[in-house]
Structure formats: C-alpha cells, structure tokens
C-alpha cells in the first residue's frame, strides 16, 4: 500500500507545511488538495514513455531502475509518467488538461499516484523538475494538480569567460544542471579571446581558453537538459586582446 499511514495531526500538520512551499518558477496554475502521497518504494511502478525521465524519478523517489517500465507511445500520444501501485496498469492521460505547448505540462499528485503528462519530452522533463522541488527531506509529497507552461518560449542566462576566470568545462556543467532546475532553456556563453580557435593562437595565448572538444562536450550535456548553448562571439568593439596582438594590431582605429 502506498499510503502513508500516520496520525492525522501529523498528516495534516505536514500537508500545511508543503502547501506554503514555494516553486521556481511560479507555475501557472496549482490546485491543493487534502493529503500527501509518501513514497513506498516496494510497493510502487513507475510507467512511462521515456526511459531516461522515467529513471529521473526513481531516483527522486528512492526507487530503483528495476521499478521503471517504459511504454512505447503510439503515434500522437502523449508524453508521461506514471507512479502508482505496482499492481495497477492504468495511465492516467488527462489530455483536457495538458497545455497546447511543447513545453508544457500537466502533474497531478494524490494520496495513490502521481501522474506527469506532457505533448512533449521536454515538457515532461520540466514537470519532473516541479517533482524535484516538491519532494520533501522526509519524502512527503503534496496531493495537488499543476497546469504549467511559460510565458516565453527562450529563458536564459549569458556568462562572461572573457573578462574574468575562465570557468572550467564541470563548472559549467553544474550550472547547466542548474539552470534545468529552474527551468532555464537558453545558456549564452561571452567569448572575446578565451575560445582557442585554432588560427588565433597568439591571441588566446596564456588565456586557458576553452576548446572546441569542451564546447562539444558541454552542448551535449545542455541538450540532455534541454539548453540551448549559443555563443555570443564580440565584434572589433570587445575585442582589445585581439587588436593589440601581431598581426591584428594594423585593424584598430586607434
């Protein structure tokens, strides 16, 4: 059984307690309802149409890969995931409530079951990261329903490696990491002279520059979380490491 079975006081004192939590981004419309769902991992499936989403929530739940089955989706069916009873095979596809937009989603949480949907893997990956946020120490869970999706397509961030430290490739990766979380799509990265391109070397010379196998390494990684990596590459204005290098200086104007 995955209910939890605790005291009522202490049921109702924790229910009050998720319901003041606060979720970044505000989602767009949360409805809550009396009851909390407590994990028992034994006791539960995870059903799904994505592999990799589908383990995301295992391990938020302290659930093993054992305990995840994939479902191939017929075409035009719906992105989801499913935690419930191991001995119900039902998915819930409430398609009334997903939003008309790719990264939107539908999560609904009750005191048996929680349900992701979305038209998409990437709105049913930023459900999951609404999973994340509520997934109390104790691994209480709030019932509630949550209809979400944003009001702009591209959020992100733009990080200067030019006129600072260079950050390192795992730095990066932890703030892309980040950046999921939150729900942020759209990572810019400011390069003047710390790209080592390969017919610049005097110029990024001394610079510890990123390198093309990194920028790889690191799209990769931002696709994984679907983040748009784009380089923000600057113009004579920004670019005095450039201008004051042999063979480039004849360029300035002053």
Same mark, same amino acid.
């Given at each position: 059984d995955s209910r939890l079975h605790e005291p009522m006081g202490s049921c109702l004192s924790m229910e009050m307690n998720m319901q003041g939590r606060p979720m970044l981004p505000e989602p767009a419309r949360v409805e809550y309802r009396p009851g909390v769902f407590k994990p028992v991992p034994e006791a539960l499936a995870i059903r799904c149409s994505s592999a990799a989403h589908g383990l995301r929530v295992a391990a938020m739940l302290g659930m093993g890969e054992s305990s995840v089955i994939v479902t191939p989706l017929a075409e035009g069916a719906l992105e989801f995931i499913q935690v419930g009873p191991v001995a119900d095979c039902h998915t819930i596809h409430p398609a009334a409530e997903v939003p008309d937009h790719q990264q939107g989603y539908y999560l609904s949480m009750d005191q048996?079951? %929680?349900?992701?949907? $979305?038209?998409?893997?990437?709105?049913?990956?930023?459900?999951?990261?609404?999973?994340?946020?509520?997934? $109390? &120490?104790?691994?209480?869970?709030?019932?509630?329903? %949550?209809?979400?999706?944003? +009001?702009?397509?591209? !959020? /992100? %961030?733009? +990080?200067?490696?030019? !006129? /600072? !430290?260079?950050?390192?490739?795992?730095?990066? &990766?932890?703030?892309?990491?980040?950046?999921?979380?939150? &729900?942020?799509n759209v990572l810019q990265l400011y390069i003047e002279h710390t790209f080592a391109f390969s017919n610049l070397r005097e110029v990024h010379r001394g610079a510890d520059p990123i390198d093309a196998? =990194? %920028?790889? =390494?690191?799209?990769?990684?931002? !696709?994984?979380?679907? +983040?748009?990596?784009?380089?923000?590459?600057? $113009?004579?204005?920004?670019?005095?490491?450039l201008l004051t290098t042999k063979g480039w200086r004849h360029l300035r104007e002053s």
């Open positions: 048996e079951a %929680i349900s992701i949907v $979305s038209h998409s893997g990437q709105g049913l990956f930023y459900g999951c990261m609404t999973l994340l946020q509520l997934v $109390s &120490k104790e691994g209480f869970l709030p019932a509630l329903t %949550i209809v979400d999706q944003p +009001v702009l397509d591209q !959020r /992100g %961030i733009m +990080v200067d490696i030019s !006129r /600072g !430290r260079v950050f390192t490739l795992q730095y990066l &990766k932890d703030l892309v990491v980040a950046m999921a979380k939150l &729900k942020l196998l =990194e %920028i790889r =390494e690191l799209d990769c990684w931002c !696709r994984l979380h679907y +983040v748009q990596l784009q380089p923000n590459l600057q $113009s004579f204005g920004h670019c005095n490491r």
